[in-house]
């Protein structure tokens, strides 16, 4: 079978097992409710915590990369203007006007 034909199966598992744990609760529906609305605060405040974390991770995370590229464009930045000062010394002048190869 499909995974795309149990998952209305899962929905209607999920919807009858919170209606059978409402109506068996221990409490008060209106104690319930207070229980269920406050879960709900926590996993509000919990998804906004971890967004938050996964938002300063992702910016230290593109900071880091940044720094790292301009690294590297400044290494070969170097390593361009060294070869080129070791062509000037060698030869005398860069580029070269018309050498033939």
Request: glycine share 8%.
């Amino acid at each position: 079978m499909e995974d795309r034909n149990n998952l209305p199966y899962f929905f209607l598992g999920i919807g009858v097992g919170l209606a059978v744990g409402l109506l068996f609760a221990p409490k008060s529906g209106e104690e319930t409710r207070a229980a269920l609305k406050g879960r709900a605060d926590e996993s509000r405040d919990y998804v906004k915590r971890k967004s938050s974390e996964a938002r300063e991770s992702a910016t230290d995370f593109i900071d880091r990369g940044r720094e790292a590229v301009n690294r590297q464009r400044e290494q070969v930045a170097a390593a361009v203007e060294a070869g080129r000062q070791a062509y000037r010394e060698a030869h005398g002048s860069y580029p070269p006007e018309s050498e033939e190869v």
